[in-house]
């Protein structure tokens, strides 16, 4: 494990936007850095600038007018760079998915659509333990990952 | 004013880190004044009466609940008051007095949400820190109550759908009595706080006029000493039973905006109390057709933000003909932009942007109605 693997797992900087959200998962998501839940303790620091960032944490259903601007945004990001799509609204466009014929007129079925997702934390809203779980599970992901090219590097 | 000639663009957003939802504000400054800005509000556009249309009423109840996170009691609130309104049948008189508790618990919430929300943005994050712990006594008891922290579906069309046990009404006794204790501190504490009083006082202001002819509602108003309520003025659910004082403050900045959600805090804690010692009995749920009656009805509820209003039109189907929501922050957007541009001896510098944002309390989930295509 080199050193920057170890910093970008040990201390992640995240970065939040909001994609048209009811603000359910967002103040969910706020919640975790306050005093109960607390995600500093896992090294994750909430970042305001895309540049800063290595996981990029998606909450709310894609609408057209914010499409362009989180494509821009994961764009800015510094590779290697992870994507969580939280809430079921991110994640397939929840109940904005089915409106008559296909997903409602202004909004996109999934982030994925649009962008690589690594993670996908469901919930309406989760709760704060589901979002911590969540990227604790994609650190661990990003360790196994590292490990096979490890090994690999060996051979 | 400066002596700058030129004026500069300043966009801030829709990603911002003062910000927490997308949104645009375009400023235009001189120096350091602000003396234009120009406010996009539809990057939340999701759609949401459109969506209403295809659905059944009973499907809607969770589509309308997702509006807003935050306020997503008051939103089912006032769709089912609109139902029960068509058919003419109110919800029971146990239901009504429980849905005020709960809406009472949503707006302590909610504006220790904002307390924390407004104490980040004028940088003082320990303050924000202490508030969201506190916060935390609410929402376990709404997910003790209700069911779940944010979206319970709490409310149905007839009535609520839990029960209060007496177990239930003495854990929130108790966490009343908690939050009242944190709340007095909170109170004591801002207004001697020299950290606050410099960043708010003064920041934002609104006169009492301006407040009624740009017909802004809810703190905001009451903040510049305009007494709006529609818990007072327009009685539903079981508001005309629990006594309540409307809190209003004559100081038309933020500062009197945070005295008065802190006291509106207060009286919620109160109107709890007095609903769990006067609970009565009877069933909590009526059943209602499935298919609504022709007509119109608009219902009022006063969310934490302010006068909530949906409109709803049956065709006597089980599906609405038309349905419309007008929400708080949508009415205070002209008050926003009147607060952010300097005039004579008013000045807004750029560092008080995001704290005059914050002041009104914004939720622009909830607002947006139309974009603009280009």
Same mark, same amino acid.
Not at chain 1, 42 to 64: C, E, K, N, Q, W
Not at chain 1, 98 to 105: A, D
């Given at each position: 494990?080199?050193?920057?693997?170890?910093?970008?797992?040990?201390?992640?900087?995240?970065?939040?936007?909001?994609?048209?959200?009811?603000?359910?998962?967002?103040?969910?998501?706020?919640?975790?850095?306050?005093?109960?839940?607390?995600?500093?303790?896992?090294?994750?620091?909430?970042?305001?600038?895309?540049?800063?960032?290595?996981?990029?944490?998606?909450?709310?259903?894609?609408?057209?007018?914010?499409?362009?601007?989180?494509?821009?945004?994961?764009?800015?990001?510094?590779?290697?760079?992870?994507?969580?799509?939280?809430?079921?609204?991110?994640?397939?466009?929840?109940?904005?998915?089915?409106?008559?014929?296909?997903?409602?007129?202004?909004?996109?079925?999934?982030?994925? =659509?649009?962008?690589?997702?690594?993670?996908?934390?469901?919930?309406?809203?989760?709760?704060?333990?589901?979002?911590?779980?969540?990227?604790?599970?994609?650190?661990?992901?990003?360790?196994?990952?590292?490990?096979?090219?490890?090994?690999?590097?060996?051979? | 004013?400066?002596?700058?000639?030129?004026?500069?663009?300043?966009?801030?957003?829709?990603?911002?880190?003062?910000?927490?939802?997308?949104?645009?504000?375009?400023?235009?400054?001189?120096?350091?004044?602000?003396?234009?800005?120009?406010?996009?509000?539809?990057?939340?556009?999701?759609?949401?009466?459109?969506?209403?249309?295809?659905?059944?009423?009973?499907?809607?109840?969770?589509?309308?609940?997702?509006?807003?996170?935050?306020?997503?009691?008051?939103?089912?609130?006032?769709?089912? +008051?609109?139902?029960?309104?068509?058919?003419?049948?109110?919800?029971?008189?146990?239901?009504?007095?429980?849905?005020?508790?709960?809406?009472?618990?949503?707006?302590? =919430?909610?504006?220790?949400?904002?307390?924390?929300?407004?104490?980040?943005?004028?940088?003082?994050?320990?303050?924000?820190?202490?508030?969201?712990?506190?916060?935390?006594?609410?929402?376990?008891?709404?997910?003790?109550?209700?069911?779940?922290?944010?979206?319970?579906?709490?409310?149905?069309?007839?009535? /609520?759908?839990?029960?209060?046990?007496?177990?239930?009404?003495?854990?929130?006794?108790?966490?009343?009595?908690?939050?009242?204790?944190?709340?007095?501190?909170?109170?004591?504490?801002?207004?001697?706080?020299?950290?606050?009083?410099?960043?708010?006082?003064?920041?934002?202001?609104?006169?009492?006029?301006? /407040?009624?002819?740009?017909?802004?509602?809810?703190?905001?108003?009451?903040?510049?000493?305009?007494?709006?309520?529609?818990?007072?003025?327009?009685?539903?659910?079981?508001?005309?039973?629990?006594?309540?004082?409307?809190? +209003?403050?004559?100081?038309?900045?933020?500062?009197?905006?945070?005295?008065?959600?802190?006291?509106?805090?207060?009286?919620?804690?109160?109107?709890?109390?007095?609903?769990?010692?006067?609970?009565?009995?009877?069933?909590?749920? =009526?059943?209602?057709?499935?298919?609504?009656?022709?007509?119109?009805?608009?219902?009022?509820?006063?969310?934490?933000?302010?006068?909530?209003?949906?409109?709803?039109?049956?065709?006597?189907?089980?599906?609405?003909?038309?349905?419309?929501?007008?929400?708080?922050?949508?009415?205070?957007?002209?008050?926003?932009?009147?607060?952010?541009?300097?005039?004579?001896?008013?000045?807004?510098?750029?560092?008080?942007?995001?704290?005059?944002?914050?002041?009104?309390?914004?939720?622009?989930?909830?607002?947006?109605?139309?974009?603009?295509?280009?």
């Amino acid at each position: 494990m080199g050193l920057r693997d170890w910093a970008l797992r040990k201390s992640p900087w995240i970065l939040h936007f909001n994609t048209g959200s009811c603000n359910g998962c967002d103040i969910e998501l706020v919640a975790t850095l306050t005093p109960r839940y607390d995600i500093e303790r896992f090294g994750m620091y909430m970042r305001g600038s895309p540049r800063h960032a290595d996981i990029l944490l998606v909450t709310g259903p894609v609408t057209r007018q914010v499409k362009d601007r989180v494509v821009r945004i994961y764009n800015q990001m510094p590779a290697p760079k992870s994507v969580v799509a939280i809430g079921s609204c991110c994640m397939s466009g929840g109940v904005f998915s089915n409106c008559g014929k296909g997903p409602c007129y202004n909004v996109y079925a999934g982030l994925d =659509q649009l962008i690589p997702v690594h993670a996908y934390i469901p919930g309406c809203p989760p709760k704060p333990e589901a979002i911590i779980d969540g990227v604790a599970k994609l650190l661990e992901g990003r360790k196994a990952k590292e490990v096979t090219t490890d090994a690999a590097r060996t051979k | 004013m400066s002596s700058y000639e030129r004026l500069f663009d300043i966009p801030i957003g829709p990603q911002h880190p003062a910000l927490k939802e997308p949104v645009l504000l375009n400023l235009k400054v001189d120096g350091e004044h602000v003396v234009e800005v120009a406010v996009d509000i539809s990057y939340n556009h999701r759609g949401m009466e459109k969506a209403a249309e295809y659905r059944t009423y009973v499907q809607n109840l969770y589509l309308i609940e997702r509006v807003c996170g935050i306020c997503n009691i008051a939103h089912t609130l006032s769709f089912s +008051t609109a139902l029960e309104g068509l058919h003419g049948k109110p919800a029971p008189e146990r239901a009504r007095v429980l849905r005020v508790i709960a809406e009472e618990l949503e707006r302590i =919430q909610s504006h220790l949400l904002w307390l924390g929300v407004a104490a980040h943005d004028i940088g003082f994050d320990t303050l924000f820190m202490y508030v969201w712990l506190d916060r935390e006594i609410s929402l376990d008891l709404m997910e003790e109550f209700a069911g779940n922290r944010i979206t319970s579906s709490y409310i149905s069309i007839g009535g /609520v759908k839990r029960d209060m046990t007496p177990e239930i009404a003495d854990k929130m006794r108790k966490g009343m009595d908690k939050l009242e204790g944190r709340m007095a501190y909170y109170r004591r504490a801002i207004s001697e706080e020299r950290t606050v009083l410099k960043r708010t006082q003064g920041v934002g202001l609104l006169s009492a006029s301006d /407040v009624v002819s740009l017909s802004a509602v809810g703190p905001l108003a009451r903040a510049s000493g305009v007494d709006v309520d529609v818990r007072a003025d327009d009685p539903y659910a079981a508001h005309e039973l629990v006594p309540m004082k409307v809190v +209003t403050s004559g100081g038309c900045d933020t500062f009197s905006r945070i005295m008065v959600r802190i006291d509106e805090v207060v009286e919620s804690i109160d109107a709890i109390r007095f609903c769990l010692d006067h609970l009565p009995s009877g069933p909590i749920l =009526q059943r209602l057709p499935r298919r609504v009656p022709a007509g119109d009805f608009l219902s009022r509820v006063e969310a934490p933000r302010g006068e909530l209003a949906h409109f709803v039109r049956s065709d006597g189907s089980d599906k609405p003909y038309r349905y419309k929501i007008k929400t708080p922050t949508f009415s205070n957007i002209p008050s926003l932009v009147k607060m952010l541009k300097s005039s004579g001896r008013y000045v807004v510098n750029i560092a008080d942007v995001p704290v005059i944002l914050a002041s009104i309390d914004p939720c622009f989930s909830c607002t947006a109605r139309l974009e603009r295509i280009r």
